[in-house]
């Protein structure tokens, strides 16, 4: 019985409110595979809301308006890159399927943006750690 309580409250947040439920899900999913490499994080649903206002509801590679956004890092958890503010950006999913674990700036020069100016548009708050280990520049 509490399977399904749980169960319907979830499909009734999913329902409620499709943008947040899904990036509540995809933080707690970085959330758990930085932990599981030592990575810091520190994103909160806050933020994601706010990076989408930032970001005017516009996927910064293509300029596309999607309905839902894809919670994306610029740099690749698998190549260094942490779950903070100043590495998330909200990302079409034809895009996040492009980049998929593509080096982020082959991937800014194939779609001709810059990739600095993105980072930089995220930092949507000042966060107590670096974006990523020293190993990975933009």
């Known amino acids: 019985?509490?399977?399904?309580?749980?169960?319907?409250?979830?499909?009734r947040a999913r329902e409620k409110n499709p943008e947040e439920y899904r990036a509540k899900c995809a933080i707690q999913c970085s959330k758990r595979r930085c932990l599981t490499k030592g990575y810091p994080t520190d994103v909160t649903a806050?933020?994601?809301?706010?990076?989408?206002?930032?970001?005017?509801?516009?996927?910064?590679?293509?300029?596309g308006r999607p309905e839902l956004f894809d919670l994306d890092?610029?740099?690749?958890?698998?190549l260094g890159g942490f779950n903070v503010v100043g590495n998330i950006v909200p990302i079409c999913r034809p895009c996040n399927a492009?980049?998929?674990?593509m080096?982020?700036?082959?991937f800014a020069r194939e779609v001709k943006v810059d990739l600095l100016a993105i980072s930089k548009k995220a930092r949507i708050r000042d966060s107590v750690y670096p974006i990523c280990v020293d190993t990975y520049k933009l």
């Open 98 to 101: 492009q980049k998929s674990r």
């Open 1 to 11: 019985k509490a399977r399904k309580t749980q169960r319907d409250a979830k499909q």
């Open 73 to 78: 890092h610029l740099i690749p958890i698998h």
């Open 46 to 63: 806050e933020d994601w809301i706010q990076l989408l206002e930032v970001f005017d509801r516009v996927c910064p590679f293509c300029n």
């Open 103 to 106: 080096d982020p700036k082959k």
